[in-house]
């Protein structure tokens, strides 16, 4: 499971859905989700994990041609290769993030150490949590007792 720490940036609701716009460093990333966590509030640390499998890789830039808001171009770091699936890792400007793909898919982009790739993030597969230290649990008690 891929995790990055995020500060929530706005949250825009409607009658159906929440986007949730999160910054991790200077990237910013949308989620998708059916109702706001009781707890968030703008300005809030959080902590953002998507899959592993979630993670689509395409090569040269899809901006516009993709409806995935979320594009993280970057470096490929390191691979193994399985006979069905092979893992990927890539340093985004949100950290490392991996990525599982077939390797039939693999080979065909002809992916290599050191290649340029862009990791696609569907808004709806990026989980929230929020991020816990000794005084976190205190402070979403109170924030949901006094919601």
């Given at each position: 499971?891929?995790?990055?720490?995020?500060?929530?940036?706005?949250?825009?609701?409607?009658?159906?859905?929440?986007?949730?716009?999160?910054?991790?460093?200077?990237?910013?990333?949308?989620?998708?989700?059916?109702?706001?966590?009781?707890?968030?509030?703008?300005?809030?640390?959080?902590?953002?994990?998507?899959?592993?499998?979630?993670?689509?890789?395409?090569?040269?830039?899809?901006?516009?041609?993709?409806?995935?808001?979320?594009h993280l171009s970057g470096e490929l770091q390191h691979f193994r290769k399985g006979t069905v699936l092979?893992?990927?890792?890539?340093?985004?400007?949100?950290?490392?993030?991996?990525?599982?793909?077939?390797?039939?898919?693999?080979?065909?982009?002809?992916?290599?150490?050191?290649?340029?790739?862009?990791?696609?993030?569907?808004?709806?597969?990026?989980?929230?949590?929020?991020?816990?230290?000794?005084?976190?649990?205190?402070?979403?008690?109170?924030?949901?007792?006094?919601?």
């Amino acid at each position: 499971m891929n995790a990055m720490v995020a500060r929530v940036e706005e949250i825009k609701s409607d009658e159906f859905f929440s986007c949730i716009t999160v910054r991790v460093n200077d990237t910013d990333l949308k989620l998708l989700k059916t109702e706001v966590p009781k707890w968030l509030r703008i300005g809030d640390e959080v902590e953002c994990r998507i899959q592993e499998a979630a993670i689509a890789i395409c090569t040269g830039t899809k901006e516009g041609s993709v409806s995935i808001e979320n594009h993280l171009s970057g470096e490929l770091q390191h691979f193994r290769k399985g006979t069905v699936l092979s893992e990927v890792s890539v340093d985004t400007p949100c950290g490392k993030l991996n990525s599982l793909i077939t390797t039939d898919a693999f080979e065909r982009m002809e992916l290599c150490e050191g290649c340029n790739v862009t990791l696609l993030l569907k808004a709806v597969d990026i989980k929230l949590t929020p991020l816990l230290d000794s005084t976190s649990y205190e402070k979403c008690v109170a924030k949901l007792t006094h919601s």
